[in-house]
């Protein structure tokens, strides 16, 4: 299952794959969206038991890419891509973006994910400790919402957080060059935007541990996930060798 690779979603892969001390293979995927699957990629997907999607996307992007995917139940997890308006305003507006602004207004972007999204995390965590059903969660390109729900997970897991990084960055390697309708971006934007840097989820972590006192305070108080929740997840999620 490591080395599957589907031409669309490119970045669809197995969280179990790439790290150690994980969840056991065939239960937690991420992936880019749904929407656009082909016949072979479908079946794919279906060949591994998937029932359950969680989307972090918001409104327009579920509306013009619906999930492809038959026979499975998809949960709405909305978080609004404010990356692509805060950019398209400010090159509407006339301004030259230099490549250290994009990734400034990248960090920013997960700075938000933690100060501003995590209701939605915690509703994710609430739906995965409801059963180990074979799930997928994505965004539209799998790459920041779903780089941190990745991340938090394999945290809530006890994975090293360099295996974390490894896994996070592993989205340069395998998502293809996309693009936004009715965008034309200078190439030094675009290089930023359509890929991911250690900084961007550094800046998670920063925010993590100036609000919360770290990531284990975190989980507890931010996600909910107490002694019995964690100890839930590992029992549903982990191998059995690692219990």
């Not at 305003?89 to 207004?105: D, F, I, K, Q, S």
């Not at 539209?140 to 960055?169: E, F, N, P």
Request: proline share 5%; charged share 25%; glycine share 10%.
């Amino acid at each position: 299952m490591e080395g599957m690779r589907l031409d669309n979603p490119p970045n669809f892969r197995d969280l179990a794959a790439h790290v150690s001390g994980g969840p056991r293979p065939g239960v937690l995927f991420r992936s880019d969206h749904l929407g656009g699957l082909s016949e072979g990629d479908a079946r794919q997907i279906q060949a591994l038991g998937i029932r359950r999607v969680l989307d972090f996307r918001g409104v327009d992007e579920r509306t013009s890419a619906a999930c492809s995917l038959p026979g499975v139940q998809v949960h709405s997890l909305a978080i609004e891509p404010s990356i692509v308006q805060t950019l398209h305003g400010l090159l509407g507006a006339g301004h030259r973006l230099t490549e250290a602004e994009v990734v400034g207004h990248m960090c920013d972007t997960y700075r938000g994910f933690i100060r501003g999204s995590t209701h939605r995390f915690a509703e994710f965590f609430g739906m995965l400790l409801e059963s180990d059903e074979p799930t997928v969660f994505h965004c539209t390109a799998g790459k920041d919402r779903t780089g941190v729900a990745a991340a938090l997970i394999l945290h809530s897991l006890g994975v090293s957080r360099d295996d974390v990084m490894r896994d996070y960055l592993l989205t340069n390697e395998r998502l293809k060059p996309f693009s936004i309708t009715g965008w034309v971006l200078p190439s030094h934007v675009a290089q930023v935007l359509y890929r991911v840097q250690p900084e961007f989820l550094q800046a998670a972590y920063d925010v993590i541990d100036a609000d919360y006192g770290g990531m284990d305070s975190y989980l507890r108080e931010g996600l909910r996930l107490g002694d019995a929740e964690r100890a839930r997840l590992k029992a549903l999620y982990l191998p059995p060798t690692a219990l």
